[in-house]
């Protein structure tokens, strides 16, 4: 067993949604009301959306890099929380086999949870039993975290709406902003940004996050304006950021084949939840995109 991890687990705790172990590496200082000893940037959203990152991790190789870009983009001296979840559910419809089938599951979520830990420094770690989505939105809530790190688990779009992938459902109905995270393809990530901009407030607050993370990482960075669809007002726009190209396609399919060229792409959400984000820009974005997605909110 790892002995970061070992130092620090608790005795388990059944039931759905609680904790089954505890790891603390620093203390977690939680939700916070800091300010003075901030930068002066240009949005409270692009001041705190780093600040506290609460990422999922299951084991695979997409969870991994979720995890290595949260650190990556966390604020220095903030904090980085991993979960996961053993998915109780499942197990269930195992029968008579469902003690056997919970302790795989139990280890296999314990591994994937000490693969992450092992990646990145986390401020804590927990491995929950639960429902993975319910338990992260749980944790979501409790925390108040701007932000929360997932990788797509290899779904299509289609088939996360279908079986209620766990990423695809935190898109839906997180509260927060959600960063979508697949492998970086032209060097330390962010080597290049791309923030899709529309005039509209939700918009703007995107790109002023995706300014303040090419600042910070010296990334290149490009603005654009997708012209086709609902009405974009390029004033705003102009006002916020004087460098930005437009492009007579429709904003998801100008973005999706943007994101061959980038390594994060950043768009906005208009704060729809559930079916009414069914559909969206920022949902389709994130689904279709060959690069990480962050959808600001």
């Excluded at 800091?34 to 991790?57: A, M, N, W, Y």
């Excluded at 870009?69 to 197990?91: C, D, M």
């Excluded at 997932?150 to 898109?171: D, K």
């Excluded at 396609?249 to 061959?260: D, N, Q």
Aim: hydrophobic share 40%; aromatic share 4%; net charge negative.
């Amino acid at each position: 067993m790892h002995e970061r991890f070992a130092a620090g687990l608790d005795e388990a705790r059944p039931g759905s949604g609680f904790p089954a172990a505890r790891f603390r590496a620093r203390p977690d200082p939680g939700p916070d009301t800091h300010g003075e000893d901030q930068p002066d940037l240009k949005t409270s959203t692009t001041l705190q959306i780093f600040d506290r990152i609460v990422c999922g991790v299951d084991g695979t190789a997409e969870a991994l890099e979720a995890a290595r870009q949260a650190e990556r983009l966390r604020s220095p001296e903030r904090t980085l929380r991993l979960i996961a979840v053993t998915e109780v559910n499942t197990a269930v419809h195992a029968g008579f086999a469902m003690s056997h089938a919970l302790a795989e599951l139990d280890a296999a979520s314990r591994e994937g949870l000490l693969r992450a830990i092992g990646e990145v420094e986390p401020a804590s770690a927990q491995l929950l039993e639960g429902n993975a989505s319910r338990s992260l939105l749980d944790e979501l809530e409790r925390t108040n975290a701007p932000l929360i790190s997932v990788g797509p688990g290899g779904h299509s779009r289609a088939a996360g709406v279908l079986v209620g992938g766990v990423a695809t459902e935190l898109l839906h109905k997180a509260p927060c902003s959600v960063l979508f995270a697949r492998e970086p393809r032209f060097g330390k990530f962010p080597t290049s940004i791309i923030v899709g901009v529309d005039g509209s407030a939700h918009s703007l607050g995107a790109a002023n996050v995706a300014q303040s993370l090419a600042e910070r990482f010296d990334s290149e960075l490009v603005i654009v304006a997708a012209r086709c669809g609902k009405g974009v007002e390029l004033e705003p726009i102009e006002e916020n950021s004087p460098s930005f190209i437009t492009d007579p396609g429709h904003p998801v399919a100008v973005l999706s084949e943007l994101s061959e060229e980038a390594d994060l792409v950043v768009v906005g959400s208009r704060g729809l939840h559930g079916p009414r984000e069914l559909g969206s820009v920022s949902e389709r974005v994130a689904h279709r995109a060959v690069s990480s997605v962050l959808v600001v909110r």
